[in-house]
């Protein structure tokens, strides 16, 4: 039996403040589960500044971001608030410069996936076939051309991506970071391999035996994580399989919420800048809402198909 790795567990508090930096470039990662917004908000709260922010799906946590000053520039291959509604901030941003102007460098999601592959592997580039006919080439200056050594084709290229920090939220790890996601995923793993380093957000935090005895859910190994936070219920307004279902309540408001410039301040003034930490979150928002969020047992029923077919 391989012995248990070193024990990497911290606070959100002290993770963020060890590996998240002014001017940093910071992956938050996450497709529509298990989407990292508590540390998002820590970020916020220890008033980070000029950071470079990657997703892939830039919604609310960005806009958040946005609205607590932290984000000089977005990298990105979508935007808005969840098939919802908007994000205010964000779009004040780059329609009006207001307060200030964003750098925003676009691709597409699969353009996002090639420069996380090549991150992660240490390519100079990746091969795509998917701009062709497409105008983000013409927005977007590091999307190139190259010829193909094997004969005369040109083919589009994306460079690589290497965080500083990429930040993922799962629902289990060992202290170790093992780290194990179920449901739906996203590129968490590439994005954790592409960064110098990486904090892993979990549900909980459980026994080296409950990794190893379902070890095809690890996603993340240990080696690739430098933090894991046990944070319950970090990843709210999005899910987290097996823990909590989506507010969707909340997504609905949010556009509402963002649009307004003051509307937006008091729920940053309420939420996060008054909030401690995310358990301080969690129980602002009280035990009978999270009941509503509440999810029951799954449990697969095995079937004799057999026998079925035969009926």
């Not at 958040?64 to 990105?76: D, E, F, P, Y």
């Not at 993922?168 to 093992?178: E, F, L, P, S, Y």
């Amino acid at each position: 039996m391989p012995r248990p790795g070193p024990d990497k567990t911290m606070s959100l508090r002290d993770a963020v403040a060890a590996f998240v930096h002014d001017g940093d470039t910071v992956s938050l990662e996450g497709f529509t589960h298990l989407i990292p917004t508590a540390a998002g908000h820590e970020i916020i709260r220890q008033g980070r500044r000029d950071l470079t922010v990657v997703r892939m799906t830039a919604d609310i946590v960005v806009d958040q971001m946005l609205a607590g000053g932290c984000v000089r520039k977005l990298v990105s291959s979508f935007v808005g608030n969840s098939s919802a509604g908007s994000l205010g901030e964000l779009r004040r941003r780059i329609e009006h410069a207001d307060p200030e102007p964003l750098d925003f460098e676009e691709y597409s999601h699969y353009g996002m996936i090639c420069r996380y592959l090549a991150g992660a592997q240490r390519l100079p580039f990746y091969p795509l076939r998917s701009y062709a006919g497409s105008d983000l080439p013409r927005v977007n200056a590091n999307i190139r051309k190259v010829a193909s050594p094997y004969g005369d084709e040109q083919i589009y290229v994306v460079p690589p991506l290497n965080p500083d920090v990429t930040i993922i939220h799962a629902q289990r790890a060992d202290r170790a970071g093992n780290t194990q996601i179920w449901g739906l995923t996203g590129i968490q793993a590439e994005a954790v391999y592409a960064a110098e380093k990486a904090i892993v957000v979990v549900e909980e935090i459980v026994a080296d035996e409950v990794i190893r005895s379902d070890p095809n859910r690890t996603v993340v190994p240990a080696h690739a994580v430098d933090a894991v936070v046990e944070c319950p219920r970090g990843a709210h307004p999005s899910f987290a399989q097996g823990y909590y279902d989506r507010d969707n309540a909340f997504y609905r408001s949010w556009s509402g919420i963002s649009r307004d410039k003051e509307k937006l301040a008091a729920w940053m003034a309420e939420w996060v800048h008054g909030t401690a930490d995310h358990a301080e979150y969690v129980a602002k928002l009280g035990d009978e809402f999270w009941a509503g969020l509440a999810v029951g047992e799954a449990l697969s029923e095995p079937v004799n198909y057999g026998r079925r077919l035969q009926k």
